[in-house]
């Protein structure tokens, strides 16, 4: 590619027939005002385009990084998620079987006390059959007393 200095510094061979020299400096010189001008912003913009693409080569970049972070999240979620439905599931089992416990603990113990109410019914009627027949024996024997001493005060009286 022809550079501005290039220009500038170009030497033409004198020739007796050709162009005026003067119109050809004037002409190399506005050439050279204009190439320098437009070397100097394709320079510039080939500097832009430079900066753009490794501003796109940055964001691909990110990009990509973003993605992957995107695809761990996810299965981070899933995993966690997973150990948390596990979790809850060995959770509800851990209760279900302390419920049996409990429920079979207090069937056990209704069963006992079903028990000791039985034998306690089975003493309060042994005792009330007991204290029946004491106090059956009781009045008899006040009976007896008083049928004795009818004749013992019929024997006294007929004496």
């Known amino acids: 590619m022809i550079t501005p200095n290039d220009i500038a510094t170009k030497d033409f061979k004198k020739v007796a027939v050709g162009y005026s020299p003067e119109e050809v400096d004037t002409f190399l010189d506005d050439l050279y005002e204009d190439y320098e001008r437009l070397y100097a912003e394709t320079k510039k913009e080939k500097v832009q385009v430079e900066e753009a693409s490794s501003q796109t080569e940055q964001i691909t970049n990110l990009q990509k990084t973003l993605e992957r972070t995107l695809t761990l999240a996810e299965a981070a979620a899933e995993e966690t998620k997973a150990a948390a439905k596990a979790e809850s599931e060995a959770i ?27 034998a306690l019914q089975n003493r309060y009627e042994l005792m ?11 009045i008899e024997l006040l009976d007896k007393n008083e049928i004795l001493a009818e004749k013992d005060e019929v024997r006294k009286a007929s004496e």
Do not use: C, D, G, P
Request: without cysteine; hydrophobic residues 40%; proline residues 0%.
């Open 128 to 138: 009330r059959t007991r204290v029946k027949l004491l106090l059956y024996a009781e």
């Open 92 to 118: 509800i089992q851990n209760a279900k079987l302390q419920a049996e416990e409990i429920l079979q603990s207090a069937r056990t113990k209704t069963y006992e006390l079903e028990q000791e109410m039985a």
